[in-house]
């Protein structure tokens, strides 16, 4: 996998991978950047959620018509020094529909320990939270 990183001036690249998709980043005001693109913290949480996401979705592939919606928040703790780093991540499923607690769970278990690619590659503490139908349900395994 390959992704090209492409300077357009000031703080803000343009990056490519194998999929053709574009995806401007740019620093805050605070880092003399003008806000014209997502942070590269910001696509960290991103793709982290992306990623677990893709899994659990995948895993419940054949429970999927029982989910109504599903919203993945994560919120990142960093360092106060430089690099400010994650420290903690903490991802939280919003999902509403017909489906069984445990099922979800086991999706997200499974999706952190064997599937999730950007997951495994972070050094953050990385905890799971599951809001199913306005209902906080705590891990079963």
């Known amino acids: 996998m390959i992704v090209k990183t492409k ?8 990056a490519v991978g194998d ?11 605070a880092y003399f950047g003008e ?6 913290t910001e696509m960290l949480l991103a793709s982290l959620a992306g990623c677990i996401g893709i899994d659990v979705t995948m895993i419940l592939r054949h429970k999927l018509d029982g989910i109504e919606s599903l919203e993945i928040e994560t919120d990142g703790t960093r360092k106060e020094d430089l690099p400010k780093g994650f420290t903690a991540i903490t991802v939280t499923f919003y999902i509403n529909g017909n489906i069984d607690s445990k099922n979800i769970w086991r999706a997200i278990n499974l999706g952190k320990q064997k599937y999730c690619a950007v997951s495994d590659s972070l050094k953050a503490d990385i905890t799971f939270r599951l809001i199913l139908n306005g209902q906080e349900f705590t891990n079963p395994y």
């Open 19 to 29: 999929s053709g998709y574009e995806i401007k980043m740019d620093a805050t005001e």
């Open 35 to 40: 806000g014209k693109g997502v942070t590269p």
């Open 7 to 14: 300077w357009t001036g000031q703080r803000a690249f343009t």
